[in-house]
């Protein structure tokens, strides 16, 4: 395979900095692009994808994610393809495959499979790092109180460590065309298992605080996000409270040939932040 540099698209995101990293661990070069960094890349500013995509075979590919995702991503991936990039690996979502809109939220990853490329698909479940960094929990865990709607919901949460490790092997090594892997972690967890072992990691509880889907909307409301995000989140909590994301896939095992990272693991290895107006 090539060693020409691999171009990672949102470079600075939980999955894309641990691409990033985990490519160079493995002497290859990268270009690691966001809205702000050094290989600056906006999907809604079509003047950063050329330079973007110069010079690179393999592409780390996550969409704008928003209603016109498709049409931007069928855009870039033409000139890319034009460009020279031989090989696309994208960030998809297991999640989506119990929506009743499945033929509308996969149109994206068709873009990739009809590339004309060689193409790799990850659809990898929650994200244990939700608890942590940048998103929906972290701010609430380190505050040491979070909400949500259902507790005893079952997910297989999956470490973003391992989704980095997947990608790295499907861009860099040969038997992953064609290949769509779903990722989960090794067990099925709640979210009150999560909290739990969040609390032993921190060494502090983490309260959990049940709330009705329309509460649950207006706290997210008042944190700054839109409604519509809101209802599309409660939706997607509905899907795992109601058993749809209670199964494990193989997509770690197919990819790496060993067990996903356990959720235990994550935890022990997280530096936690203390509850607000604590201080160590």
Same mark, same amino acid.
């Not at 395979?1 to 290859?28: D, F, H, I, N, Y």
């Not at 000139?79 to 990039?85: M, N, R, S, W």
């Not at 297989?156 to 860099?172: H, R, S, Y």
């Given at each position: 395979?090539?060693?020409?540099?691999?171009?990672?698209?949102?470079?600075?995101?939980?999955?894309?900095?641990?691409?990033?990293?985990?490519?160079?661990?493995?002497?290859?070069?990268?270009?690691?692009?966001?809205?702000?960094?050094?290989?600056?890349? !906006?999907?809604?500013?079509?003047?950063?994808?050329?330079?973007?995509?110069?010079?690179?075979?393999?592409?780390?590919?996550?969409?704008?994610?928003?209603?016109?995702?498709?049409?931007?991503?069928?855009?870039?991936?033409?000139?890319?393809?034009?460009?020279?990039?031989?090989?696309?690996?994208?960030?998809?979502?297991?999640?989506?495959?119990?929506?009743?809109?499945?033929?509308?939220?996969?149109?994206?990853?068709?873009?990739?499979?009809?590339?004309?490329?060689?193409?790799?698909?990850?659809?990898?479940?929650?994200?244990?790092?939700?608890?942590?960094? !940048?998103?929906?929990?972290?701010?609430?865990?380190?505050?040491?109180?979070?909400?949500?709607? !259902?507790?005893?919901?079952?997910?297989?949460?999956?470490?973003?460590?391992?989704?980095?490790?997947?990608?790295?092997?499907?861009?860099?090594?040969?038997?992953?065309?064609?290949?769509?892997?779903?990722?989960?972690?090794?067990?099925?967890?709640?979210?009150?298992?999560?909290?739990?072992?969040?609390?032993?990691?921190?060494?502090?509880?983490?309260?959990?605080?049940?709330?009705?889907?329309?509460?649950?909307?207006?706290?997210?409301?008042?944190?700054?996000?839109?409604?519509?995000?809101? !209802?599309?989140?409660?939706?997607?909590?509905?899907?795992?409270?109601?058993?749809?994301?209670?199964?494990?896939?193989?997509?770690?095992?197919?990819?790496?040939?060993?067990?996903?990272?356990?959720?235990?693991?994550?935890?022990?290895?997280?530096?936690?932040?203390?509850?607000?107006?604590?201080?160590?």
């Amino acid at each position: 395979m090539s060693e020409a540099p691999v171009l990672v698209l949102g470079g600075t995101g939980k999955t894309g900095r641990r691409v990033a990293r985990q490519l160079t661990e493995k002497g290859r070069a990268v270009k690691v692009a966001s809205r702000s960094g050094g290989q600056r890349f !906006d999907w809604h500013d079509r003047s950063t994808w050329a330079d973007a995509v110069a010079g690179v075979e393999a592409v780390y590919v996550v969409d704008e994610q928003g209603a016109n995702a498709a049409a931007l991503l069928a855009d870039f991936v033409s000139l890319a393809v034009g460009a020279g990039v031989t090989r696309l690996v994208m960030l998809s979502a297991r999640t989506l495959e119990e929506s009743p809109q499945e033929d509308a939220v996969f149109t994206a990853e068709r873009v990739v499979r009809e590339s004309g490329v060689a193409w790799t698909i990850l659809r990898p479940t929650w994200f244990a790092q939700n608890f942590s960094e !940048d998103g929906l929990f972290r701010d609430e865990v380190a505050r040491g109180e979070l909400l949500l709607p !259902d507790w005893k919901g079952l997910e297989p949460f999956v470490d973003a460590e391992d989704i980095a490790a997947v990608a790295v092997a499907a861009l860099t090594e040969e038997g992953h065309d064609g290949e769509i892997y779903a990722l989960s972690g090794p067990r099925l967890m709640t979210f009150e298992e999560c909290a739990e072992e969040i609390s032993k990691a921190a060494g502090r509880e983490i309260r959990r605080v049940a709330v009705t889907r329309e509460e649950y909307a207006l706290h997210l409301v008042e944190r700054g996000y839109p409604r519509g995000f809101a !209802d599309f989140l409660n939706t997607l909590l509905d899907v795992v409270r109601d058993g749809g994301a209670a199964h494990l896939s193989d997509g770690v095992q197919r990819a790496l040939g060993r067990e996903p990272r356990d959720f235990s693991q994550y935890a022990a290895e997280t530096e936690w932040t203390p509850a607000a107006g604590t201080t160590g």
